[in-house]
């Protein structure tokens, strides 16, 4: 059973190695396999809902990313949620690019009807890249020692879009902003 849709961000292959390094290096210390399990891919969430039409976003989607060129992102720092669930996350420079950038897709997404939830309004979203979730308590120092070997920052650039459905994650539809080729 579904348990949610995500528009994701996408990075190009360089930067998605780096994360995918970290994930891999988690899961053989057998500190978090999860995000591997679930068969995700190293992004940021840009939009996430319990309930939607995929069809209904696709030309939204399309649409907007049509008009949207790659954009540069640089992870410069890591951290956790102050919750239970111990995800460890990088976290990318807050640019005003990357900021309207979402903010952007969610108003587009607004005048579809579709409502857009608290955490994703634009003076509220938190730009991240998941690197584990549901991390032991008592090897969360272990993770973020992990994590400190990326030697931060890692850059590079966001290149695509896709909508998901999770979990495990089953990608809808994906395109390549502005003038990024398609893999």
């Known amino acids: 059973m ?6 994701e ?3 190009d292959p360089a930067l998605e190695n780096q994360v995918l390094k970290a994930w891999n290096v988690l899961a053989r210390r057998q500190i978090s396999t999860q995000l591997i399990e679930i068969e995700s891919r190293p992004h940021i969430t840009l939009f996430s809902s ?11 989607v399309k649409s907007f990313v049509s008009k949207q060129e790659p954009l540069p992102l640089s992870f410069s720092s890591f951290g956790t949620f102050p ?9 990318p420079a807050p640019t005003i690019a990357l900021l309207q950038f979402q903010a952007q897709l969610c108003e587009a997404i607004k005048k579809e009807g579709i ?6 309004k634009a003076d509220a979203w938190i730009p991240y890249c998941a690197v584990a979730q549901q ?9 973020f020692c992990v994590v400190r070997e990326l030697k931060l920052p890692v850059s590079g650039y966001a290149m695509d879009i896709g909508l998901v459905e999770f979990s495990p994650v089953r990608e809808h539809f994906s395109f390549g902003l502005g003038n990024a080729v398609e893999p």
């Open 9 to 11: 961000l996408y990075f």
């Open 83 to 91: 919750n239970e669930k111990n995800h460890l996350f990088l976290a």
């Open 2 to 7: 579904s348990q949610g849709f995500s528009i």
């Open 135 to 143: 991390v032991p308590k008592t090897r969360m120092a272990e993770a």
């Open 115 to 120: 409502e857009i939830g608290e955490e994703f």
């Open 50 to 60: 319990p309930f939607l039409d995929p069809a209904r976003l696709e030309s939204v």
